[in-house]
């Protein structure tokens, strides 16, 4: 299994990102597909869930309304629409398969003025 993050970088507060996530050796569509991030220091923090088909999504209280999860299974890709971004979403976001088994090495969000 190999999972690919990008779409990280640098954005001021308030702007926007949109992180993708391409996944290659397993049955993307029978996964459900997480995104987690540690912020520096910080331990890790689940962001976001979405389920084989995604019909479901599931968000952390800190980032609900702000962020969008969806997955393209055609493509393999998952993504991560962030908007209204703030200084504490600074952290490298990782994908992650179902029960969290496998995962990517990870993108850069800093959100700095």
């Known amino acids: 299994v190999q999972l690919v993050e990008s779409g990280g970088g640098l954005v001021q507060p308030g702007g926007s990102l949109r992180l993708y996530c391409a996944a290659s050796g397993i049955i993307f569509g029978t996964s459900w597909m997480n995104w987690v991030r540690q912020a520096p220091g910080k331990g890790l923090e689940w962001v976001s869930s979405i389920y084989n088909d995604g019909s479901k999504t599931y968000y952390a209280d800190s980032v609900k309304g702000r962020f969008t999860i969806t997955r393209d299974n055609a493509e393999n890709t998952v993504a991560l629409q962030m908007n209204s971004l703030k200084s504490e979403d600074t952290a490298l976001y990782y994908c992650?398969?179902?029960?969290?088994?496998?995962w990517g090495l990870g993108t850069q969000v800093t959100v700095s003025s």
């Open positions: 992650a398969t179902s029960s969290f088994i496998d």
